[in-house]
Structures are given as C-alpha cells and as structure tokens.
C-alpha cells in the first residue's frame, strides 16, 4: 500500500529565506510522487512531480524537489521565500492499481513572514 | 477552457436532507474523481470513475452515491446528509486513469450539515 507522511502541520519561515517542507513516501513499488499547492478557498494546483526520470525535480513558482530512495523521501524546497508562497502544500502518491488516485499527506501550511 | 468546474460552492444542509454535487470538465478527460477534504486529514477518496459510464468505490464511499452523466459530467450525491459529512468535496479529473498522470482539480464545495 502507498502512503506519505509530511512532517510538521505549520512550517513560517521569513520572506527570502529557504523553504523545506518533508514528504517522506511508504511504497511497496517505485512511486510516482505529486506535490501540490492549495492557496485560500481554492482547488489544489499541482507544483511538481516524480515519475522516474530524474530525481530532482523542478516545478512552477520557483519549487523544486529531490526523491531520495534510501531515505524514502520527497521534500520540497524554495531558496527564497516570497509572501505568494503562503498556502497549504501537499505531498502526494499514486495508487499504482484500480483507481490510481492520490493518496494524500495531511499538508503543511506554510507561513511567510515579512 | 474552465478546468473542473463545481456546483455550488457553499451549501448548508440539514441532517436528513439530500442534495447533488455536480462537477465538469472541458479537458476532454476519461477519468474524474471526488474526494473530500478533512481539517488534518489530508484528501481521501470518496467514488471514481475510470471512464464514461462506469463508476467505483474509493476509500470512503459509505452515504454517497454518484452518476457518471456523460463524459464530461460526474455528480455526488448525499442522500440522507449526517453531520458526518461535513467537509470541503473536491472533483478532480484526469485523462486516463494512470499512476503518473496529473489530476486537476476544481475549487470545491464547502458543505455544512446541521
């Protein structure tokens, strides 16, 4: 079975500094890992994904993040915060049969302080 | 193109009462998904559809029903509403039902049941 596990429900860094948000990934296959972003009463947008082709991965707005298989891991990164970036982020991955729906963290908001 | 779109946007209800969540999408995709949304839960499936004219069971389907109208249309229904079911329902759609395929989501629906 799939499952993620993020790390921290409230993460506030100041406005310039780096943003790290953990995803760590449970897998009984090699997963495809989504990480999407919620702004305020609205639907989720996706920011980046895994699907094997390279481990480090590069998204909208500035994100990127590394899967790491010996530390079952997929965190999320931004050198230098903005105060847009201010949202809930959720690490995701897929089902690998029958609906192949997201399995999802319990998301992180991320606060930016000016 | 709209994307996922949803219907309403806010409803309140009271317990017993019934009512449809209605979903589109303009992206010609095969797959759409509903799932409801959790303070500290993350997303959980509620009831898929790999494509037109068949529907399935996700992680939470008990209380709801659902109609794959056409390909574009997929609705939610609550036929006897609990307090239960209070949460913020997201449409989620797909080009084919696929572990590496992005899923797009509409804004959501807020409901309330008293």
């Known amino acids: 079975a799939q499952s993620v596990t993020q790390l921290g429900s409230h993460v506030s860094v100041s406005e310039g500094a780096l943003v790290l948000l953990r995803c760590n990934y449970s897998s009984s296959v090699p997963p495809y890992l989504f990480w999407y972003v919620q702004y305020p009463n609205q639907g989720l947008q996706l920011l980046l994904k895994?699907?094997?082709?390279?481990?480090l991965v590069k998204g909208i707005n500035g994100f990127e993040a590394e899967f790491k298989k010996s530390e079952t891991s997929f965190h999320l990164t931004k050198p230098s915060a903005h105060m847009s970036d201010a949202a809930e982020y959720f690490c995701a991955v897929s089902a690998v049969t029958g609906a192949n729906n997201l399995f999802f963290g319990t998301g992180t908001r991320l606060t930016v302080i000016p | 193109n709209a994307g996922v779109t949803q219907t309403p946007k806010f409803q309140v209800l009271k317990t017993g009462q019934s009512m449809t969540l209605q979903c589109a999408q303009d992206?010609?995709?095969?797959?759409m998904y509903w799932y409801r949304q959790d303070p500290g839960m993350g997303l959980r499936l509620i009831y898929y559809s790999a494509s037109e004219g068949t529907t399935d069971k996700g992680e939470v389907p008990n209380g709801y029903n659902v109609s794959r109208l056409n390909k574009r249309e997929f609705s939610l229904r609550l036929e006897s509403a609990a307090p239960s079911q209070t949460s913020v329902y997201f449409c989620?759609?797909?080009?084919?039902?696929?572990?590496?395929?992005?899923?797009?989501f509409g804004p959501g629906t807020r409901l309330t049941v008293l």
């Open positions: 989620a759609s797909t080009e084919r039902t696929s572990s590496y395929n992005e899923q797009f």
């Open positions: 895994y699907t094997s082709a390279a481990t």
């Open positions: 992206m010609n995709h095969n797959s």
